[in-house]
């Protein structure tokens, strides 16, 4: 099936078999954010080889950059352009410090902004108070962090410390996303929510932001 020979080849870091699949689903009519979908799933592929040393960071950077041509081709198609960008208030994005995978993030951003959030995208490896700044320059009142790998669970935690010690984080919801994250890692980082998908990610924001 063509959605697991996108997920393989995701997962295989095999560039030329993600264009290949993605421009035969697009031509077959398979719906934009399914497409995005089975690319998570291949990274998280990516992902669990990191941490098994099969790839190094490397193949992290090798795969954001798969994923970001995949972004291309869909934007090109017209399937993600923004609507009425700013509407639904502002959210901050980030990976945090010591990871530097950027697909979950995209996919998040991406979507975000499709359903009208302005989204402040700091990037990756980002210290905890880069976080804090970004939501005192900008006003966010959401805060999102995806990771991939579990180094990064300690700055997970500081990121949320550093809202609290400012006396900000009654203000501003925090939630962490990624193949790294659990409800048992939501807990330890005192995060507000944790996302399986991009989709639970917005729906979030659509939550905490109407009950702003």
Request: hydrophobic residues 45%; aromatic residues 8%; proline residues 2%.
């Amino acid at each position: 099936m063509d959605d697991e020979r996108l997920v393989k080849a995701m997962g295989d870091l095999d560039e030329e078999g993600v264009i290949a699949c993605v421009k035969g689903m697009l031509s077959a009519g398979v719906e934009p954010l399914r497409i995005v979908e089975l690319c998570r799933e291949g990274f998280e592929i990516v992902g669990r080889r990191y941490e098994t040393r099969e790839y190094f960071l490397s193949g992290l950077i090798i795969s954001d950059d798969i994923f970001s041509n995949v972004l291309d081709m869909l934007d090109r198609s017209g399937c993600f352009r923004p609507s009425d960008e700013g509407r639904m208030g502002k959210v901050v994005l980030g990976a945090p410090l010591g990871d530097v995978h950027d697909i979950g993030k995209a996919i998040v951003a991406q979507l975000l902004r499709f359903s009208g959030f302005e989204v402040i995208d700091l990037g990756v490896n980002v210290r905890p108070a880069g976080f804090l700044e970004a939501v005192m320059e900008s006003g966010a009142a959401v805060v999102g962090i995806s990771t991939l790998i579990t180094v990064a669970y300690e700055s997970l935690r500081e990121t949320v410390l550093d809202f609290e010690r400012e006396g900000l984080r009654g203000n501003v919801k925090i939630m962490l996303g990624g193949g790294a994250v659990s409800q048992r890692v939501c807990d330890y980082a005192g995060a507000d929510a944790w996302s399986r998908d991009a989709g639970d990610a917005v729906k979030f924001a659509k939550m905490f932001t109407e009950k702003e």
